[in-house]
């Protein structure tokens, strides 16, 4: 699975289920320290900075990304540290749109 390369697609209106519990787990397992939620709908990460600049300047490049995919996590900001939580909202649970944000994420973090 090459997600860098990868672009997000809609999922609405296409019929597109939902990763089931093992799908999601196998793309877990290729991430880098994303967490699969208990009910398998939704992954989420945890970065840590310096100060809290560090962590909006991330978030600036977050919101960069989710909007060059078209695909938005949620955010949650407390002073150093950044929460994303990424799911597929049109199909109630996770796509492979969400582990390609996941992966341009993880990569733009490398600085």
């Known amino acids: ?12 209106g296409r019929g597109i289920k939902p990763f089931d519990r093992a799908e999601a787990q196998d793309y877990v397992d290729e991430s880098h320290g994303w967490t699969l ?3 398998a709908k939704e992954i989420s990460k945890e970065y840590k900075f310096q100060d ?3 962590a909006i300047n991330f978030v600036n490049k977050v919101a960069d990304i989710a909007e060059m995919e078209g695909h938005h996590p949620d955010i949650q900001v407390h002073y150093n540290k950044v929460l ?6 049109a199909i109630g649970g996770l796509s492979e749109n969400d582990f390609i944000v ?3 994420v993880d990569a733009h973090n490398r600085f």
């Open 37 to 39: 939620s208990e009910d």
């Open 102 to 104: 996941a992966t341009k």
């Open 52 to 54: 809290f600049i560090g």
């Open 84 to 89: 994303l939580e990424l799911s597929t909202h």
């Open 1 to 12: 699975m090459d997600l860098l390369k990868k672009k997000c697609v809609p999922c609405e």
